[in-house]
């Protein structure tokens, strides 16, 4: 089918979160997206009968908001899959740092991301927060790729001066000279595309980098208004070891609150094991927080408590991390999210609400979005936001060929969720434009 790019009306099913709360469901919906990539109007046909009769016609397929990764690591991507049973420091050895090496040949990074950014987009994902690698040739590769090819990227330079796998910088030049190639970055891409295209500062984990160099991102991130994104508490081996090489810090959390990381513009991946205080501090700075419930079960890391964070206060959106996690689609981290909540609720017992459908479904993309300050631009189908916007054919999760679609909206997600298949969505859109990637096989 010939979809178009902005500007266009699609008439389809329509589900997608609310800003102001709860979730719109449209069995015959109306999506009106106007030449500049904005939604004029999502709701139902026959509240505007004359675009609705001009519109491209893609029913069955439900049209939902795009998914928001807030996390993965783009050079790992070919890398899914492997490294299964090896706890999180021995993977990063013997698996991560390798790959990520490769990378130091720009023209490696130059192939690569184009398939990489397509295979996200291929799996519904418009919106990246990702690691990159420490090389800022790469990087550049890495934006460009992005640039052309529509995604919505917020890219980073990894940032280590401990333990680095880059062999040919002199120890006592790597932390100016990864200061200084981040902020080339950032002038450079930082609000790109009109703000399409950002910038994360990004120092890999405490284990990784220097007090300094903390201290220094946190205040580049700060100056230059980007995001600051990094780990936090995702296995016990990783933080008994942050506490011996920081033992003036009260916990993991804190080593970051000295170096003035934490507030709304900080991502943190994984936080599986905080204490209380640590929760506490993060609700209180406002930090955002990662889960990445593929990936920490792949690492065996552990189990979440998602929904005592939630009720806590704490900023939460959904990660692939990969490839710590197996595999990019969001659709596959909210099944793997939903098995691990009921899991530890069966183990622990009650520590909040249990996370129904739509509640995944909302932190696939809304509660993304608002994580990277982005709630008012993308995240749902509502007039005024950026036309960010997948079509999903939910016959690809049907229990049987040619069993007629679910009615209720919370069954429906419940199968695109449970039941997700690979080729299920089957266009994808940012600011209107359509992305290379959906129905290529």
């Known amino acids: 089918m010939d979809l178009p790019s902005a500007p266009f009306a699609i008439r389809a099913r329509l589900l997608t979160p609310l800003a102001a709360g709860g979730t719109l469901h449209e069995p015959d919906g109306l999506v009106i997206v106007d030449a500049v990539g904005k939604l004029v109007f999502a709701g139902r046909a026959g509240e505007r009968p004359v675009e609705a009769s001009t519109a491209v016609d893609l029913r069955p397929w439900v049209v939902m908001p795009g998914m928001v990764d807030l996390h993965c690591h783009l050079p790992q991507v070919p890398n899914v899959g492997l490294g299964f049973a090896l706890d999180l420091l021995t993977w990063l050895e013997r698996i991560t740092f390798p790959t990520e090496r490769s990378w130091s040949d720009p023209a490696i990074a130059e192939r690569l991301a184009p398939p990489i950014f397509e295979s996200f987009a291929a799996v519904g994902t418009t919106t990246v927060l990702a690691h990159g690698v420490v090389y800022a040739a790469a990087m550049d590769a890495a934006y460009r790729a992005a640039e052309a090819h529509g995604i919505r ?63 220094e991102s946190a205040d580049l991130a700060r100056s230059t208004d980007s995001w600051w994104q990094s780990h936090v508490s995702e296995d016990p081996n990783e933080i008994a070891e942050v506490a011996r090489q920081f033992p003036d810090a009260r916990d993991y959390v804190d080593v970051y609150d000295r170096a003035g990381g934490l507030g709304a513009r900080t991502v943190l991946a994984h936080a599986i094991h905080l204490s209380e205080r640590e929760l506490g501090r993060l609700v209180e700075s406002g930090t955002h927080v990662a889960h990445c419930p593929a990936s920490n079960l792949f690492i065996g890391a552990g189990i979440m408590p998602f929904a005592r964070y939630r009720a806590a206060g704490l900023s939460l959106g959904l990660g692939s991390d990969v490839s710590g996690g197996p595999d990019a689609s969001i659709f596959s981290v909210m099944r ?51 036309a960010d916007l997948i079509a999903v054919d939910p016959a690809f999760a049907a229990a049987l060929p040619g069993a007629p679609s679910d009615d209720d909206p919370a069954d429906l997600m419940g ?27």
């Open 153 to 215: 990227a917020i890219l980073g330079k990894v940032m280590m001066d401990r333990g680095t796998y880059d062999d040919e910088i002199l120890p006592a030049t790597i932390l100016d000279r990864s200061i200084r190639e981040s902020a080339d970055l950032i002038e450079r891409w930082h609000g790109a595309d009109a703000g399409r295209l950002g910038y994360a500062v990004t120092p890999r984990f405490a284990l990784t980098c220097s007090a300094e160099m903390l201290r």
């Open 415 to 441: 199968r695109l969720i449970f039941r997700a298949h690979p080729d299920m969505v089957r266009a994808a859109w940012v600011r209107g434009r359509r992305l290379d990637g959906p129905g290529r096989r």
């Open 336 to 386: 793997v999210g939903a098995y691990a909540h009921m899991a530890r609720r069966s183990l622990v017992g009650i520590e909040g609400d249990v996370l129904d459908s739509l509640s995944w479904l909302r932190a696939g993309t809304l509660d993304g979005a608002r994580a990277l300050g982005l709630g008012d631009v993308i995240g749902s189908l509502e007039a005024g936001k950026e």
